[in-house]
């Protein structure tokens, strides 16, 4: 059963999923149902596979299929599921659309082309032959660390007027952008903005942004989904709170390691470790060694206890 975007906004905590692997190109299924039913029961309000956090650009392309058809299967219409399509070739983008159409997936993702680096005017041209041909709603996903360039808000505002283009997640980090759009963008309602860091997501919902697409949620849903739902009723002492917690998790758990992985690399060792699913990463990105983690077994204990 599919949800029924004509009468429900997107809005909340909305988890870029974690893909759980048992190699380089097979699911882990009994994990992936483990994580599925672990976030709706934390009260997610989403779940967004095929992101960043999801490894989707590591993944052979029948597995990206597979995992959206898994998913789509376990999750039933509970929630809605967002899908990334981002990709260098349009064709596989518009493969990929069609399975999560298929699967009756909510809503599709995607980041700009990346290896060339477009400009604007190149930009729209790009989303609006996209929009032009997709079966569902798209979201625009801004991450300029990887892709070379960032969707500035005249062209987010632009492509705002595309009935399938309906929101942007924006992963830059850079908040003074993120304002910016929330000003230009205030007054189209039917337009929704998600932030990726969840180092600003409080902030950022009670400034009228949508809700968070929160790498942490995979850990721990009932601690965002309260941080979001403080800020949306005001709640600056329970919003400070929370807080605390969403930035011991992100200075904690996130600086284990030496590289732009290790964010990665922790979030999917402590599902490990916490018994959901296996902590394999994609080739060649391989979990954390002995030492890293020991030393997150003991960060996560002392944060469980905290949170439980």
């Not at 992936?32 to 052979?60: A, C, D, M, Q, Y």
């Not at 789509?72 to 349009?90: M, N």
């Not at 609006?128 to 991450?143: C, K, Q, S, T």
């Not at 601690?223 to 009723?233: C, G, I, N, P, R």
Request: hydrophobic fraction near 40%; charge should be negative; proline fraction near 5%.
């Amino acid at each position: 059963m599919a949800v029924n975007i004509a009468s429900s906004q997107f809005r909340g905590i909305i988890p870029p999923m974690i893909t759980p692997l048992n190699n380089e190109s097979e699911l882990d299924l009994k994990g992936l149902r483990n994580l599925i039913e672990h976030l709706i029961k934390g009260g997610v309000h989403g779940l967004f596979i095929l992101g960043t956090t999801g490894e989707s650009t590591s993944l052979p392309y029948a597995l990206r299929h597979r995992l959206i058809e898994e998913t789509c299967d376990i999750v039933k219409g509970r929630v809605p599921v967002l899908v990334g399509i981002t990709d260098t070739a349009v064709s596989e983008s518009l493969r990929l659309a069609e399975t999560a159409k298929q699967c009756c997936a909510s809503a599709l993702v995607a980041a700009p082309p990346y290896y060339f680096s477009l400009g604007q005017p190149e930009l729209i041209e790009y989303y609006e032959y996209l929009a032009d041909r997709i079966p569902l709603p798209l979201f625009l996903y801004n991450m300029p660390s990887h892709t070379k360039i960032n969707i500035e808000p005249d062209t987010v505002e632009y492509l705002s007027k595309h009935e399938k283009i309906i929101g942007l997640k924006d992963s830059s980090g850079n908040t003074a952008y993120f304002n910016k759009l929330l000003y230009k963008m205030k007054d189209y309602d039917d337009f929704s903005l998600f932030v990726g860091p969840e180092e600003v997501t409080a902030e950022t919902v009670m400034l009228g942004g949508a809700g968070g697409v929160n790498g942490g949620a995979n850990m721990f849903p009932r601690l965002y989904v309260e941080l979001y739902s403080a800020a949306v009723a005001g709640d600056i002492e329970k919003v400070r709170d929370l807080h605390d917690l969403v930035m011991e998790i992100s200075t904690e758990i996130y600086s284990i390691g030496k590289y732009g992985s290790s964010y990665l690399k922790g979030l999917k060792c402590a599902l490990n470790l916490m018994g959901l699913c296996s902590g394999y990463m994609s080739s060649p990105l391989h979990q954390f060694n002995k030492e890293e983690k020991d030393r997150l077994e003991i960060i996560l204990k002392k944060i469980q206890k905290k949170i439980l």
